[in-house]
């Protein structure tokens, strides 16, 4: 097998492998290098995403809340099951299944595609006139060469300083996936997107859920009112969330963790814990990467420096996805993936900033797109609000979820839709119509014009456009 290529992709994360499939359809001969093991220490491509991400939480979420539906939903539809329980082996077991057909989805497509893989670390190793060489240190040693490089090597999770995971007590994401027996409490650190949404899981299985947060505003990105009413939702669930306060010392012995701390009024507090879940960020990950070898500039968070195009300060390198500045979003990675193969290509690859979409996967669901009505006020922006209830939905009623609203936000003068946030059931899924609505510059009227199905959650995004010009229907 040659080692000579026209792109060596480092990472199969989202960026690194939908990089790849992107540059082998457009013609040229790719390498994909990634050191992520299975548990049998095979390859499992996918990065943090399928492997201790994206998937794995889902999956998690999805059987948590199946348990939580038994549990408190199912008399209202008048079925009994009498005593529900729940097998995390098999719950965790099941999301490994998932993880698993992910990770062989990849290896398919890297085949359908002509990508090579190799299975190890990729390590710069100097520049020749024929390319960048590439150490892949795996079962045995090699060397590729590619004329261009990408470099998609993704995060890790930051750990608290002088607190290390140990992945028993104190988890990161990798070990808050694979908690082995529902923890009679749990603590979190970090109300952001990973400690509600795992913390919601194991509410969700029974255990007593408390998350400190260090800042004073729950999810201060995400619109006001909308963090608002998520917040109401989570109090009445039972997930504790402590605001405004400062974490001291951490000690953890046979009995679980103690947790030192302020809360928000200044008074010295203690939390016990079986289990530590450290959910406060992530780092961009170069480790062994070996950029000082060709002087790839990285910044003081130990980011790789791109420019708008995830152009290195290397000509023939880019970077993509978590190890770059922007929010550490799956489709973001990819997004920019398909951009630098399309770029190589001499193509126009494009990646819009102002529409990438968030969700956040709790009850309720919270996804949003654009701006924040606080982000608007702070920039002095003249804009109109529409809200809907999910309350006055009749299929919202129908699935016995009518937590939450739509909001639509738009220009004053010219309509066109500047932010939408929903709180509230398949919000993961109703983003997407505002995500279109917003990369064709739609006003706010235009989706209140168009037909949407009836009875569906998508009238709420209907009735909320109308909501901006003051004529809803339906409320
Ligand atoms: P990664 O997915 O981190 O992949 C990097 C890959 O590079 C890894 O496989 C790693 O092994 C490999 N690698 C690193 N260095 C080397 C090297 N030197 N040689 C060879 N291989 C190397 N995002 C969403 O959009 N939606 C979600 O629902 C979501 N849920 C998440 C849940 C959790 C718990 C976590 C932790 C993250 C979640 N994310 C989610 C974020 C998402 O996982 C990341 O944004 C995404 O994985 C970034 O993709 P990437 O390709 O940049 O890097
Ligand atoms: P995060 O940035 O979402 O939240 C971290 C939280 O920890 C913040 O609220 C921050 O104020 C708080 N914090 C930081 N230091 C602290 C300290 N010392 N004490 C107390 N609180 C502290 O980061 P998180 O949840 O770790 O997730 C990392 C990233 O992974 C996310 O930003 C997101 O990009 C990605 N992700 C995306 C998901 C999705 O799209 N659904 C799901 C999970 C993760």
Known sequence: MSSQF??????????GYIAAIRAAQLGFKVACIDEWKNAAG??????TCTNVGCIPSKALLQSSEHFDH??????DHGISTGKVTMDVAKMIGRKDTVVKQNNDGILYLFKKNKVTFFHGRGSFAGKTDAGYEIKVSGAKEEVVTGKQIVVATGSNARALPGVAFDEETVLSNDGALRIGAVPKKLALIGSGVIGLEMGSVWRRLGADVTILEGLPTFLGAVDEQIA???KKAFDKQGLKIELGVKVGEIKTGKKGVSIAYTNAKGEAQQ??????IVSIGRVPNTIGLNAEAVGLQLDERGAIVVDGDCKTNLPGVWAVGDVVRGPMLA??????????AERMAGQHGHVNFNTIPWVIYTSPEIAWVGETEQQLKARGAAY?????PFLANGRARALGDTTGMVKFLADATTDEILGVHIVGPMASELIAEAVVAMEFKASAEDIARIC???????????EAALAVDKRTLNF
């Open 42 to 47: 095979g390859p499992a491509p996918g990065g």
């Open 331 to 340: 489709h973001k990675a990819e997004e920019e993936g398909v951009a630098v």
């Open 384 to 388: 109109k609000a529409g809200t809907f």
């Open 228 to 230: 608002k009413e998520a």
């Open 452 to 462: 949407h199905a009836h009875p569906s959650l998508s009238e709420a995004t209907k």
């Open 70 to 75: 038994a549990n408190h939903h199912f008399a």
């Open 271 to 276: 939390l016990d814990a079986d289990k530590l």
């Open 6 to 15: 026209d792109l060596v992709v480092i990472g199969a994360g989202p960026g």
